[in-house]
């Protein structure tokens, strides 16, 4: 069990982390600009879903062997960059379905295809595994129980304060949506700005992967 002062002094270091408006932030306000309210909150909870996997991976210690081996960490971060700008364009493209879905209050994409598009884009982040690898095991505390499930409950800790994060961003932007959706022609607009700033963030880790 993590000792007081541990998990203290995670929260702290994770907010801090987590609202300063990043990747993450960008994607769930993307999301929700092209998917609407519900749609950017599922697509959150995919995201961090999508985090299960590496906190699992980073706690067994397999996380290090991915980002020691150049050619699969790149790898990782090449599929991630492109799948991302794949749901951007996804979106660019059908922004007109998107204003007559919502004009008809019909729902356009199914959650479950919208949870798991956030979970691949949460599970191909490998940036996450160099962020967990490097921070976590600082607040692991030596003789307090197995250094794995602390690290696991460290990573939880840090995908439930994300989610709150996140999910908060999103409802804000789908809400600004639903304001535009007054309009078909407007929630066209929003769409597509939506679907290029998730194009833009694929982009700009795609190039961060050739240049780091």
Not at 78 to 107: K, M, P
Not at 110 to 116: A, E, F, M, T, Y
Not at 156 to 177: E, H, N, P, T
Not at 186 to 211: D, Q
Request: charged fraction near 10%; hydrophobic fraction near 60%.
């Amino acid at each position: 069990m993590l000792p007081a002062a541990n998990f203290w002094g995670f929260v702290a270091a994770a907010l801090v982390l987590i609202v300063i408006p990043g990747p993450s932030v960008l994607f769930s306000v993307g999301r929700a600009l092209a998917l609407g309210r519900v749609g950017g909150v599922v697509s959150v909870v995919g995201n961090t879903l999508g985090l299960i996997p590496i906190i699992v991976l980073v706690a067994l210690g397999v996380g290090s062997l991915i980002v020691a081996s150049e050619p699969v960490f790149f790898g990782l971060r090449i599929v991630g960059a492109a799948y991302l700008v794949y749901l951007g364009v996804q979106s660019i493209r059908e922004r007109r379905a998107a204003a007559a879905a919502l004009t008809a209050d019909v729902a356009r994409t199914s959650h479950w295809r919208q949870l798991g598009q956030g979970f691949v884009v949460g599970v191909t982040n490998p940036k996450t595994i160099a962020f967990f690898l490097a921070v976590l095991p600082q607040f692991v505390a030596p003789g307090a129980g197995s250094p794995t499930w602390q690290l696991v409950q460290l990573g939880l800790i840090f995908a439930v304060l994300a989610l709150a994060s996140d999910s908060v961003w999103a409802i804000a932007a789908g809400s600004a949506r639903r304001w535009f959706a007054r309009t078909p022609r407007r929630i066209e607009h929003l769409t597509a700005i939506g679907g290029a700033c998730i194009v833009v963030l694929g982009l700009v880790l795609g190039v961060s992967a050739f240049v780091e």
